[in-house]
């Protein structure tokens, strides 16, 4: 008879879920021991890296991820990760090792106690066989719950004893539609109510990219003509940022982002929460007399979305549905254009030690036409937005975490430079990381290292939590501490982990530096000193 090991990896294999990331521990060596030639492990020093680094490696996939780290310590030290997981809705299988069976009554050392809780609320399902002969069938409803929409990352905890153990070579493999089919009724009205509208507004959310309704997001906007807003905290573009329709992202607040939208008879919400709001800031949430539609792929965010009607399906299939059943419109009043500034505006007056935005400026001279940035400067996200470094025009090509806990972007970036590497599709990789978000996840530089990867740090040393004192600012809260972070030396940290690492200090040297990374093909880590300028979190 066949060892539950050989029956699992069976399945993996026909599921493609060829590729581990992990972090080995004791309760994991008997899932790991002989590994097959034809599995890939990709080890990260820590587990936050472990789950970060797949979170990314799902993303630029497409398709979920096996996670294996090291019994309830582990899953700890993995928990922030989880969060952003699980809010991004990233595909993965999580798995953790437990104590032997014979063990378990008496909890010895590493015995991860309440296994199915511990990762709850972050994953969407959380089981631990309840026998060996079980354990192939659990990774198969595990790989179903994850692909269903909302997709997200799931959990499963597994007896070291168990891999050994005889079974019968069961099938257990099966398929499950991915996709949620929006209520025809329902679209009906929306789509009435749509062109009913003589000024509706759009607001685009990561659900399109997931959903892979770029090229749908556009032509529903230029069928009404209308604006289209992303949505606060935007994790993936879902729309290109150089279309004149595009309108920006929308102020994470309520009292704004009801004034961002006045004017507006009708805001359609394709894709995202409606709103992911944060800082307080009261007003209504609507001006009066505009109403609100949502679609979304998740009913826990249509159940919670504070204004509006809502309807669950899939952004494609909902795009799509409402674009047959909409026709011509008469042209209409979109409102003007997102300005993007203009690189030698920018440039003209930069000092010795130049801000934010004229390093993105400068960046941007030496960019391809095809690359992937990920983002994890949070301060200096609008500055990003007006240059053509933050100017996302293709699909696919920028990520940041849905959850605001640092520490995902670098690990992140490694496993989106691995799936760059093993699709062959090869674009650049560019993480834009503040000092003190590097803190969070330097490890994952080694991890990318290892893989030879092609991907580009561009640490903005600050020496400050240049958010948090933001926010200082907007609560009027003076005299905060541990917001300065003096002596970090991020040059030895990107060497001490086996990257190339520099700093550039000034325009030129941050112009050279970076075309240096772009053609070397390997991992780079710039430091470079920006302007300490504190930039207010709202407009007036």
């Keep these: 008879m066949p060892l539950v090991r050989e029956v699992t990896f069976n399945l993996l294999r ?9 972090n080995p521990g004791s309760t994991e060596e008997t899932f790991l021991k002989n590994f097959p030639a034809d599995f890939t492990y990709v080890l990260a020093l820590q587990e936050t890296n472990v789950v970060a680094i797949a979170d990314g490696l799902a993303q630029g996939l497409k398709k979920p991820v096996l996670v294996n780290v090291h019994t309830g310590a582990g899953i700890g030290n993995a928990m922030g990760a989880m969060l952003t997981a699980c809010l991004n809705k990233t595909p993965l299988i999580v798995t953790a090792g437990q104590q032997t069976r014979q063990m378990l009554l008496s909890e010895p050392f590493l015995t991860n106690f309440e296994p199915t809780q511990l990762p709850r609320p972050y994953v969407k399902w ?12 659990a990774f198969m409803r595990a790989y179903a719950m994850a692909v269903q929409q909302p997709t997200g990352p799931v959990f499963l905890s597994l007896p070291l004893d168990d891999w050994d153990q005889e079974m019968d070579d069961v099938d257990v493999h099966r398929t499950v539609a991915a996709r949620i089919a929006p209520d025809p009724a329902r679209l009906a009205d929306f789509a009435a109510r749509i062109a009913a509208s003589r000024r509706p507004a759009l607001v685009y959310g990561g659900d399109l990219s997931r959903s892979q309704a770029w090229d749908a997001g556009i032509a529903l906007a230029e069928r009404l003509e209308a604006p289209v807003f992303f949505g606060p905290f935007t994790e993936n573009v879902p ?15 309520v009292g704004p982002l009801c004034q961002a939208v006045a004017g507006h008879d009708l805001v359609v919400v394709v894709g995202a929460p409606v709103f992911r709001y944060y800082p307080w800031v009261p007003g209504d949430y609507l001006p009066a007399g505009t109403g609100l539609l949502q679609i979304t792929d998740s009913a826990y965010e249509a159940a919670k979305s504070v204004a509006g009607d809502s309807l669950v399906g899939d952004s494609l299939l909902a795009i799509q549905a409402l674009l047959d059943r909409l026709g011509q419109r008469p042209a209409g009043k979109p409102g003007p254009a997102f300005v993007h500034e203009k690189a030698q505006d920018i440039l003209q007056d930069a000092g010795a030690t130049p801000t934010a935005m004229q390093v993105f400026a400068a960046l941007s001279e030496h960019l391809p036409e095809d690359y992937v940035l ?3 400067s949070p301060s200096n996200m609008g500055e990003m937005a007006q240059t053509r470094l933050g100017t996302i025009a293709r699909p696919d090509s920028y990520y940041m975490m849905a959850s605001g806990a640092l520490g995902w972007g670098m690990p992140a970036a490694v496993g989106l430079a691995l799936a760059e590497q093993s699709t062959g599709r090869g674009r650049p990789v560019v993480a834009v990381i503040g000092d003190g978000s590097f803190q969070y996840a330097p490890q994952s530089v080694w991890t990318a290292v290892q893989h ?12 400050e939590y240049g958010i948090l004192k933001a926010f200082a600012l907007l609560e009027e809260t003076p005299g905060v501490p541990g917001l300065d972070l003096p002596g970090l030396d991020i040059v030895a940290l990107g060497n001490g982990y086996g990257a190339r690492s520099w700093r550039a200090a000034g325009l030129d040297e941050v112009r050279r530096g970076f075309a240096e990374a772009l053609a070397r093909k390997g991992v780079s880590v710039i430091e470079i000193p920006i302007d300490k300028t504190i930039h207010k979190l709202l407009s007036d």
Excluded: I
């Excluded at 729309?239 to 607040?253: C, D, E, S, V, W």
């Excluded at 030879?452 to 020496?463: D, I, K, P, S």
């Design 374 to 376: 990920v983002n994890e």
């Design 239 to 253: 729309f290109p940022q150089n279309h004149p329709l595009y309108a920006g992202m929308l102020p994470a607040a």
């Design 452 to 463: 030879g990867v092609h991907l580009v740090f561009v640490v903005l040393r600050n020496e």
């Design 14 to 22: 026909r599921l493609g879920l060829t590729t581990v990331v992990g």
């Design 126 to 137: 959380s089981y631990e066989p309840s026998r060996p002969q079980d354990v192939p069938g």
